[in-house]
């Protein structure tokens, strides 16, 4: 977990080519937030294809508003009713360890496609290829893993200074983790929003935040299952 010194390389080499737009310097020097690599041992668990969409939040806080959403099938961004929702939902919040297990799919690049500079499309979970798959599709099957700003149950801290080697949230007082965001973004206005889209990408939340809910793997007996490390 974290963002590794071949990932940084990978962003000067995109950098050297010609594929940013702005100057990175910047995103260096904050990119110790998601630093030092670490090892963390998961449990097995269930996480959700997509962020809750307008109509699956109203199916829990039926009051529910979102003056930013073009349907009731787009993304939901929550702000003042966050809270409301997280008493209700009968899912938690994923870690951040497990959203960064999630959106890597196994991989340990700059994002779940490699690492080359990632395309806007790969925000969009409904473009699909010649072959039907999505281009937002990892190989986990989740859909636009870093494309709204997804909330995490971990409260901030800088560096992963003290986080727990097993992937339980960090709990305390203060703003949550946030991970992704670039969707929230388009269309890009060329401020090198794909930063955004990097699996070790991590900021601190702000006023609108997606839910993509997260249970534990069920077995016959109603109990977790044992998990591994990864």
């Given amino acids: 977990m974290g963002l590794s010194d071949a ?11 010609g594929g940013a737009n702005d100057d990175l310097e910047p995103f260096f020097a904050g990119a110790d937030q998601a630093r030092p690599v670490r ?3 998961l449990e097995p668990f269930l996480i959700a294809r997509h962020p809750l969409t307008v109509a699956q939040v109203r199916h829990w806080l039926p ?19 966050l809270d409301d929702l997280l008493r209700v939902l009968p899912f938690r919040l994923p870690s951040e360890a ?8 196994g991989t340990t690049t700059l994002n779940f496609r490699g690492d080359d500079r990632p395309d806007e499309e790969q925000i969009l979970d409904d473009f699909a290829d010649e072959q039907g798959t999505s281009a937002a599709e990892n190989a986990f099957g989740l859909a636009a893993m870093g494309s709204a700003n997804e909330i995490c149950a971990d409260v ?16 305390g007082d203060g703003p949550r983790v946030v991970r992704g965001g670039a969707g929230d973004l388009s269309p890009w206005q060329g401020c090198d ?38």
């Fill in 39 to 41: 090892d963390v041992r």
């Fill in 98 to 105: 497990e959203w960064e297990y999630a959106a890597r799919a």
């Fill in 193 to 230: 929003e794909w930063l955004l889209l990097l699996s070790a990408t991590r900021y601190a939340s702000h006023d609108f935040t997606a839910v993509r809910p997260v249970a534990p793997v069920p077995t016959s007996q109603g109990q977790p299952v044992q998990g591994g490390r990864r």
């Fill in 156 to 171: 901030w801290i800088p560096h992963f200074k003290d986080a727990p080697v097993d992937a339980r949230p960090r709990t």
């Fill in 7 to 17: 990932e940084l390389d990978a962003v000067r080499a995109i950098e050297r080519a």
């Fill in 63 to 81: 009051e529910y508003e979102d003056s930013f959403a073009p349907s009731d099938t787009s993304t939901a961004r929550l702000e003042d009713e």
